[in-house]
């Protein structure tokens, strides 16, 4: 992370999404099944991820509300059970990750103001970002709990520096 300020605005302003995001990002193939999802991140210890293709590009993101809509519509067998579903033209099995995941993807560059960020979040009522390298292959993500330890964090530092400053001069 950059400058330390006295003013924890100024240090959040000053921050990235390169400063904050988590790497590296567990991600979960779009081939597969919910289950296999489901421990792959509960081995992250994460709530979502980034879903790939075979070529690793980003096409979507499951996350815990996506395995709740799973077993509700696990718990209705007449609309679990119609056969296989077409996710991006082709057949998917029922329990398909591709079936589930939230395919509209919202992405920050990792040079975007944090704070930006954060306001996009907000706006789009999501719980993270996910950020892409130049390939659309994902590099990090930056979570809402991200954005809050960046600034406890910030203001953390000012009031450190307050005290420092406080005792030198007394």
Not at 119 to 138: N, Q, S, T, Y
Request: aromatic share 2%; charged share 25%.
């Amino acid at each position: 992370m950059s400058v330390v300020s006295a003013n924890p605005m100024e240090r959040l302003q000053s921050l990235t999404v390169a400063d904050v995001m988590s790497r590296p990002v567990t991600v979960v193939p779009g081939c597969a099944r919910m289950e296999e999802a489901a421990r792959i991140l509960a081995d992250a210890d994460a709530s979502g991820a980034p879903v790939v293709d075979d070529a690793g590009h980003c096409i979507g993101v499951l996350s815990a509300a996506d395995f709740l809509r799973f077993e509700v519509l696990k718990a209705q067998p007449d609309q679990y059970d119609r056969g296989d579903w077409a996710a991006g033209g082709e057949a998917a099995p029922r329990d398909s990750v591709r079936r589930f995941m939230t395919p509209a993807v919202q992405t920050a560059p990792a040079h975007e103001s944090l704070l930006k960020a954060a306001a996009v979040m907000c706006l789009e009522h999501i719980h993270r970002l996910i950020v892409l390298d130049h390939r659309g292959e994902p590099i990090g993500v930056v979570s809402t709990l991200d954005v809050m330890s960046a600034m406890l964090a910030a203001i953390d530092e000012a009031s450190q520096r307050r005290s420092s400053e406080t005792r030198s001069t007394a």
